[in-house]
T-cell receptor, first 114, second 120 residues
Framework: NAGVTQTPKFQVLKTGQSMTLQCAQD?????MYWYRQDPGMGLRLIYY???????DKGEVPNGYNVSRLNKREFSLRLESAAPSQTSVYFC?????????????FGPGTRLLVL | AQKITQTQPGMFVQEKEAVTLDCTYD???????LFWYKQPSSGEMIFLIY??????QNATEGRYSLNFQKARKSANLVISASQLGDSAMYFC?????????????????FGQGTILTVHP
């Protein structure tokens, strides 16, 4: 039982390049989330998926797209990377989206855009 | 307005002593959850403790307890008998219910964090 896994762990991109961050969970959770964490700050929600087949924007969605491939997998795509997207990206999941449910986080992907 | 406020950028505590990390929140939703996460230098987010808005008693999990004062909208984390391994960044977060409005159903809103350093 691996929980939430993310690939890659580290990535360096040049401005304008594209990449996809992968996330998978094995807890049979319905809801999945993508957050970014900038230095010295808390996490901010980029996109979320309340259930398979649905996605919705969070607080900072510009420059990103997501795909809920199936119940387990939720990917985040940067179509044309910008230096402002240098951050640590966390994927998380929870059973549903109710207030009392814990979100479990992956280990994070450190992205540097030059 | 900030939904989650952590006013202590950094805190220091002596090993084996207790420490309180402050968190205040702002919501008009009657149904919400409050969470504390620990982020060590390795970077992962570790769930510590949860308090529901309707819970009558303060949450406890081992050495962690949550001092929940609903009227004051505060949810302070108390760590008893601090250990060197407690040195980390600590985040308070809130999850609002369906009635909060907006589109970010179920999302966690995080504070800016408090860096805790435990001295031997």
């Amino acid at each position: 039982n691996a929980g939430v896994t993310q690939t890659p762990k580290f990535q360096v991109l040049k401005t304008g390049q594209s990449m996809t961050l992968q996330c998978a969970q094995d807890m049979n959770h319905n809801s999945m989330y993508w957050y970014r964490q900038d230095p010295g700050m808390g996490l901010r929600l980029i996109y979320y998926s309340a259930s398979e087949g649905t996605t919705d924007k969070g607080e900072v969605p510009n420059g990103y797209n997501v795909s809920r491939l199936n119940k387990r997998e939720f990917s985040l795509r940067l179509e044309s990377a910008a230096p402002s997207q240098t951050s640590v990206y966390f994927c998380a999941s929870s059973e549903e989206g109710n207030p009392g449910e814990t979100q479990y986080f992956g280990p994070g992907t450190r992205l540097l855009v030059l | 307005a900030q939904k989650i406020t952590q006013t202590q950028p950094g805190m220091f505590v002596q090993e084996k002593e207790a420490v309180t990390l402050d968190c205040t929140y702002d919501t008009s939703d009657p149904s919400y959850g409050l969470f504390w996460y620990k982020q060590p230098s390795s970077g992962e987010m570790i769930f510590l403790i949860y308090q529901g808005s309707y819970d009558q008693q303060n949450a406890t999990e081992g050495r962690y307890s949550l001092n929940f004062q609903k009227a004051r909208k505060s949810a302070n984390l108390v760590i008893s008998a601090s250990q060197l391994g407690d040195s980390a960044m600590y985040f308070c977060a809130m999850r609002e219910g369906f009635h909060a409005g907006g589109t970010s159903y179920g999302k966690l809103t995080f504070g800016q964090g408090t860096i805790l350093t435990v001295h031997p």
